[in-house]
């Protein structure tokens, strides 16, 4: 099986711009996350979608925002781009069979990193 | 709230020693405990998932141990080669939040030297 694809790899833009990154999950996978990690915060979980639905979300401003097709490919998108924004954005995905996905093993995609300039 | 904590953050070793590296949680009622390795740049990579009720989970050379009633993980890698440098990440589900959301250590980064 494919592993999880993340597009683009690499994006450079300036403050006040907008993105939008893109992640295939696993064939199969239903539950699809998202992670920001930078030097000085580490890891931190951004949302996580099952079914085109958003069932959690993490502590980041209104600017972050995503969406899951039916196909279970996900989108984030960050509006009103700032410098503190330049971090690795992770996706995971797990099967999502379970009756809640953050116990089951998460496989991560390479990554997008995005440069805020 | 759940911290999780690696320690030490760096660490190096000539080839062929033993690695062992160390996690810590604060609260002991965790689902399971999950290490990743991270390559510079890159994404992470599942290497084992270790269920509450198991004390220790092995994959070739690599053997996890959970102790959950001292809040502790030990990954062991035997026999180090200078590819297994990386960033070791430990992560275990979030307790208020049963949906996607892992809470990771901050990693501990690995050199093995030829």
């Known amino acids: 099986k494919a592993g999880v694809t993340q597009t683009p790899r690499y994006l450079i833009k300036t403050r006040g711009q907008q993105v939008t990154l893109s992640c295939s999950p696993i064939s199969g996978h239903r539950s699809v996350s998202w992670y920001q990690q930078t030097p000085g915060q580490g890891l931190q979980f951004l949302f996580e979608y099952f079914s085109e639905t958003q069932r959690n979300k993490g502590n980041f401003p209104g600017r972050f925002s995503g969406r899951q097709f039916s196909n279970s490919r996900s989108e984030m998108n960050v509006s009103t781009l700032e410098l503190g924004d330049s971090a690795l954005y992770l996706c995971?995905?797990?099967?999502?069979?379970?009756?809640?996905?953050?116990?089951?093993?998460?496989?991560f995609g390479p990554g997008t990193r995005l440069l805020v300039l | 709230k759940q911290e999780v904590t690696q320690i030490p953050a760096a660490l190096s070793v000539p080839e062929g020693e033993n690695l062992v590296l160390n996690c810590s949680f604060t609260d002991s009622a965790i689902y399971n405990l999950q290490w990743f390795r991270q390559d510079p740049g890159k994404g992470l990579t599942s290497l084992l998932l270790?269920?509450?009720?198991?004390r220790e989970q092995t994959s070739g050379r690599l053997n996890a141990s959970l102790d959950k009633s001292s809040g502790r993980s030990t990954l062991y890698i035997a026999a180090s080669q200078p590819g297994d440098s990386a960033t070791y990440l430990c992560?275990?589900?979030?307790?208020?939040?049963?949906?996607?959301?892992?809470?990771f250590g901050a990693g501990t980064q690995v050199v093995v030297t030829p």
């Open positions: 995971a995905s797990s099967p999502g069979t379970g009756s809640t996905s953050s116990r089951e093993t998460q496989y």
């Open positions: 992560a275990v589900p979030d307790l208020t939040d049963s949906w996607g959301k892992l809470q």
């Open positions: 270790i269920q509450s009720s198991q």
